[in-house]
C-alpha cells in the first residue's frame, strides 16, 4: 500500500478543478466517526462524506493528476478507508487522515469545494436544471436576446444559453441576413453537429425533395432527426428571406404536453415511456433508423427526451397486444400536441435566428404559397453539452473575476 506526503494548501485551494466554488458559506461545526464526515454550516445545511468519498476525491498530485486534473487514484487497489483524523487547518481548509490496512494517507479539502460537492438531498434538489415548462402564453413572452450582444458580451451570451436551459427557446435578433451566418452564431457556443444534412441546410421549397421540409407543405410540429440515437440536441433556424404568404413557425414545449398527458392518461404515457418506436430516414444516399421510446425518463421520471416525427415513424413493430393500444397513446399525444393553447406562433422575419432544444421542444409551420414571394431558412444543429459548458466558464470567469 502506498504512502503519500499530505497535500499542501495551495494544491487543496484548487481542488485539481479549474472552477473556484462559488460559495459564501463558512462551515461552523465538523465531527467524525470512522466512516462518516459532517460538517455543519453557516446556513444550517447538514453536509455527510463518507470515508470512501472523500478518500477517491483526494486532490493530492498523488492521487489526481496536477496538470491533466483527472483522477489518478484507484479506490479498488486500496484498502477500505477509515478517518483516524480530522483538523481543520484553515478557515477554509479541513485535513482528513485516513487508514487503509496499514497504510495511511491525507487529505486536504477546500471546504467550498466540499459545499459545492455535497451530496445530501437539498444540495442534489438545489442541482436539478430550473426548466419553466410553457403553453401559449409564452406568445407573449418570448425570451429573446441582440445578435451585438450575444456575439459581444457575455452578459448576451448567458442570457441566450439560460434561456434555452429554462425554457428550451430563444430568439435572436437582429443577425446579418447573410448565407452561413447562423453558423458563426453557432460557433461562438461550440462546433456545429454534423448530420446526413451536412453542417448546415437551406429550408426552400425545391423540387425533388428529400424530405417534406424542403416543400411549400404545412409541417404539424415535430422533432428534428429522431432516427438517430442521439439527436441533435439544439435546433437553429435563421431567417433570411420572408416575403410569402404563410410559412408561420409553431412550437410546442414537449416536456409541458407529456406532464399533461401523464396527469391525464398515464397508461398511453407508460406505454410511450416503455415501447420502442422505430424511426428511419432513408434517400438515395443513406439509410439510418434507430428505435427508441417516444418519451424518454431520467431515473427520477423526469422528462428528458421526446421525439415525435409522424414522417420518420417507421411501421411499429411491438408485441401484437400492444399494438392497437400504441396507436391509442400516440393518438392521445397526437391530439394534446395539436392544441392551440399549447401554441407559441411566429412568423420568422429577416435578421431572427430561433434556437430551441430539438430534444423537448416541438416545431412546425404552417404551409404558405411559394408563388407569392421568398421564403428562406438556413438550420444547424448544437450539441447541449456545449452550450452547458459555455455557462460553466461563464461561471467560472465570474467567480474569479470576484475573488
Ligand atoms: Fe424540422
Known sequence: MMTTAPATQSQAHWMSDLAPAPTAHAVVAIAHDAQMLTLRWDDGRI????????????PCPACRHPQAMERLHMFIDHETPC???VTQTAADLVEVRFNQGTAQHAALFDVHWLRQHCYSSAARNEALPKRKFWDAGLNDALPAVDFDDFMGTKGGMRAWIEAIQRHGIVLLKGVPTVPGQLLEVARRIGPVRQTNFGDHYDVISMPNPNAVAYTALGLELHNDLVNW???????????LKSSVTGGESLF????????DLRAQSPESFKLLVEQPVEFRFHDADCDIRTS?????????????????????????????????PMYQAIAALWTLLRDPRYHLTLKLNPGELIAYDNR????GRKSFDPNTGERHLQGCYLNMEDLDSALRVLDRDAAIGAR
Not at 462524506?49 to 476525491?57: K, P, T
Not at 440515437?229 to 431567417?239: E, G, H, I, W
Not at 410546442?252 to 406532464?259: H, S
Not at 423537448?360 to 416545431?363: C, F, P, S
Open 360 to 363: 423537448r421542444i416541438l416545431h
Open 229 to 239: 440515437r442521439f439527436p441533435p440536441d439544439v435546433q437553429m433556424l435563421s431567417c
Open 252 to 259: 410546442a414545449d414537449g416536456f409541458r404536453i407529456a406532464e
Open 292 to 324: 427508441a421510446p417516444m418519451l424518454a425518463l431520467d431515473s427520477q421520471g423526469s422528462l428528458t427526451g421526446i421525439r415525435f416525427n409522424n414522417w420518420l415513424r417507421s411501421s411499429l413493430k411491438v408485441p401484437e397486444e400492444l399494438v392497437v
Open 47 to 58: 453536509s455527510r462524506f463518507a470515508a470512501i468519498w472523500l478518500r477517491d476525491n483526494c
Open 83 to 85: 478517518i483516524s483524523q
